[in-house]
């Protein structure tokens, strides 16, 4: 008996901690997107406040906007180069083992 529950507890244990990785993933992406949809909010906001502040007197307040919301923007850009490079991280690793799996099977052929 205890030969035939061993596959089911592997499977299970496996099954377990598949969903486990998902569910770590998917709050990451989460926490990315809205990440990035807060700084896109942020920057919006401090670029209609400079744009207020563009008068001589208010010239450093409108100053301090526009540098504040530049920074933010190259912040959410190096997000998203983050994000486009580990994708292409997953596709290259993806392609290589596609490659590594078809190589010997056309080679025998």
Same mark, same amino acid.
């Given at each position: 008996m205890d030969a035939s529950l061993g596959p089911c507890y592997v499977f299970v244990? +496996?099954?377990?901690l598949n969903g486990m990785r998902w569910l770590l993933?998917? !709050?990451k992406i989460g926490f990315v997107h809205l990440h990035k949809m807060r700084l896109t909010q942020e920057?919006? !906001? +401090?670029?209609?406040?400079a744009a207020a502040?563009?008068?001589p007197s208010t010239y450093v307040k409108c100053a301090k906007c526009q540098r +504040?919301?530049?920074a933010k923007e190259k912040e959410l850009a190096a997000l998203q180069e983050h994000k486009d490079r580990s994708l292409q991280d997953k596709v290259d690793a993806v392609v290589a083992t596609a490659k590594?799996?078809?190589t010997p099977a056309?080679?025998?052929?």
């Amino acid at each position: 008996m205890d030969a035939s529950l061993g596959p089911c507890y592997v499977f299970v244990a +496996l099954c377990v901690l598949n969903g486990m990785r998902w569910l770590l993933l998917r !709050s990451k992406i989460g926490f990315v997107h809205l990440h990035k949809m807060r700084l896109t909010q942020e920057i919006a !906001s +401090l670029r209609k406040e400079a744009a207020a502040f563009n008068t001589p007197s208010t010239y450093v307040k409108c100053a301090k906007c526009q540098r +504040l919301a530049t920074a933010k923007e190259k912040e959410l850009a190096a997000l998203q180069e983050h994000k486009d490079r580990s994708l292409q991280d997953k596709v290259d690793a993806v392609v290589a083992t596609a490659k590594v799996r078809t190589t010997p099977a056309a080679a025998t052929a």
